[in-house]
């Protein structure tokens, strides 16, 4: 069961049925889904991977996935899940564009993260970001993510690997 997770200004947990047009009206928006998976999706293609967030990845318990809250609305959508892409964990967050710049993505991306290290025990965890996703890239790398490689999209763009490794001890 995804736990619940609170950082200094937000809250992490489960999404209720009742945020479906917060999460649409945040994977419909170009300007954040432009970097997520394979881009924008058509709306009815959002809700359908709403539904499956309850019937598939809660129900059978796959991974966790979050609603991310600041003062009790729903400003970004965080998850962390095993992928053949990087054979380990990746990270997967996005904030509604009026978030960004406010270091939030940065207090995002570190407790995702440290669950990762903490509670599933990982000692690496992956991040993939397109190229041109400057500030996506520049929050993981002054988390300590690190480049690991390059992988060619079909669309002919790349999308780099990135990976943030638990200090010892």
């Not at 419909?28 to 499956?52: I, N």
């Not at 809250?69 to 990746?90: F, M, N, S, W």
């Not at 500030?135 to 993510?145: H, K, M, P, Q, T």
Request: glycine residues 8%.
């Amino acid at each position: 069961m995804t736990p619940t997770l609170r950082t200094e200004r937000l809250l992490l947990e489960p999404y209720v049925p009742e945020d479906e047009e917060g999460f649409v009206a945040l994977f419909q928006d170009r300007r954040v889904s432009q970097w997520m998976g394979d881009g924008t999706a058509t709306e009815a293609e959002d809700r359908a991977l709403f539904g499956r967030v309850f019937t598939k990845v809660y129900a059978q318990e796959l991974f966790d996935v979050w609603a991310v809250r600041r003062d009790g609305l729903l400003i970004g959508h965080a998850e962390i899940k095993p992928t053949d892409t990087v054979q380990g964990y990746e990270i997967i967050y996005a904030l509604t564009p009026d978030a960004w710049g406010s270091g939030l993505g940065r207090e995002l991306a570190e407790a995702i993260v440290a669950y990762g290290f903490d509670t599933l025990g990982l000692t690496e965890v992956y991040a993939t970001v397109a190229a041109p996703n400057s500030a996506s890239l520049a929050v993981l790398n002054r988390i300590g993510f690190e480049h690991v490689r390059d992988m060619a999209e079909d669309d002919g763009s790349t999308t780099h690997v990135l990976a943030c490794h638990r200090s010892p001890g």
